[in-house]
Antibody
Framework: EVQLVESGGGLVQPGGSLRLSCAASGFTFSTSTMAWVRQIPGKGLEWVSGISDSSLSKYYRDSVKGRFTVSRDNTKKTLYLQMSSLSAEDTAVYYC???????????????WGQGVLVTVSS | EIVLTQSPGTLSLSPGERATLSCMSSRSLVSSYLAWYQQKPGQAPRLLIYGTSNRAAGIPDRFVGGRSGSDFTLTISGLEPEDFAVYYCQYYSGSPMYTFGPGTKVEIK
C-alpha cells in the first residue's frame, strides 16, 4: 500500500522552529518528487514546497522562502520540512504528498499523508 | 500568478442528483496541468481527476472531468452519500508552483 505518514507537529511559540517528517512506504521514494501542502483550519489548500528526487532542486512559495527548508533522506524514505521564524500565519495542517508526472506532463499530488497540525501561538 | 476561481462556493443537492462544479482562470490553462481533489472533514485530500479528464485509480465513473474553453468542470452524476465533501481544483503553473482553487462544498440539501 502506498502510504505517507507525517509527524513532528505541535504547538510552537512565535519565532520558534519545528521540523516535520514524512515517512514513505509502498513506492519507490528515491525516484519520486515530493511536496508539502498546508491548510489553515477551515480554509483552502496552499502549496508550500517541493523537492526533486535527488534533492538537486528545491522550491518554495514566496511567503516561506528563507524560513523553511525542505530536505529528504532517500535511504530512510523520509521527507522533511524544517520551519523557522514561525508566525501565527503558519498555523495550519501540513500534508506531504508525492508529485506524480507522466509522459504527457500530467502532474498531480498522489497520495497525501494524513496531515499534521502545526500551531504557532504564545 | 495563476489564480483559480471555483463556482459555486456551495452546492446544495440531494442524493441521486447531478453536481456540476466549475474551475476557471483569467489566464489560459494547459489541460495537462489541471487536477481535482475531494476532501472530507478531518481527512486529507484525495486525487479524483488529473490531466483535466483522467480518473485516478479507484475513482468511480460517476466522476467526470472536462473542459469547455477556459472553464474546467467536474461533474458528479448521481450523487452518493459519500460524495458530499469539498472539491478543489489544482493547477501546475510552472516555476514550479502549484495553485489550488478555493473549493466548492457539495452539501446535502
Amino acid at each position: 500500500e502506498v502510504q505517507l505518514v507525517e509527524s513532528g507537529g505541535g504547538l510552537v511559540q512565535p519565532g520558534g522552529s519545528l521540523r516535520l517528517s514524512c515517512a514513505a512506504s509502498g513506492f519507490t521514494f528515491s525516484t519520486s518528487t515530493m511536496a508539502w501542502v498546508r491548510q489553515i483550519p477551515g480554509k483552502g489548500l496552499e502549496w508550500v514546497s517541493g523537492i526533486s528526487d535527488s534533492s538537486l532542486s528545491k522550491y518554495y512559495r514566496d511567503s516561506v522562502k528563507g524560513r523553511f527548508t525542505v530536505s529528504r533522506d532517500n535511504t530512510k524514505k523520509t521527507l522533511y520540512l524544517q520551519m523557522s521564524s514561525l508566525s501565527a500565519e503558519d498555523t495550519a495542517v501540513y500534508y506531504c504528498a508525492r508529485i506524480v508526472e507522466n509522459y504527457y506532463n500530467e502532474r498531480r499530488f498522489d497520495p497525501w499523508g494524513q496531515g499534521v497540525l502545526v500551531t504557532v501561538s504564545s | 500568478e495563476i489564480v483559480l476561481t471555483q463556482s459555486p462556493g456551495t452546492l446544495s443537492l440531494s442524493p441521486g442528483e447531478r453536481a456540476t462544479l466549475s474551475c476557471m482562470s483569467s489566464r489560459s490553462l494547459v489541460s495537462s496541468y489541471l487536477a481535482w481533489y475531494q476532501q472530507k472533514p478531518g481527512q486529507a485530500p484525495r486525487l479524483l481527476i488529473y490531466g483535466t479528464s483522467n480518473r485516478a485509480a479507484g475513482i468511480p465513473d460517476r466522476f467526470v472531468g472536462g473542459r469547455s474553453g477556459s472553464d474546467f468542470t467536474l461533474t458528479i452524476s448521481g450523487l452518493e452519500p459519500e460524495d458530499f465533501a469539498v472539491y478543489y481544483c489544482q493547477y501546475y503553473s510552472g516555476s514550479p508552483m502549484y495553485t489550488f482553487g478555493p473549493g466548492t462544498k457539495v452539501e446535502i440539501k
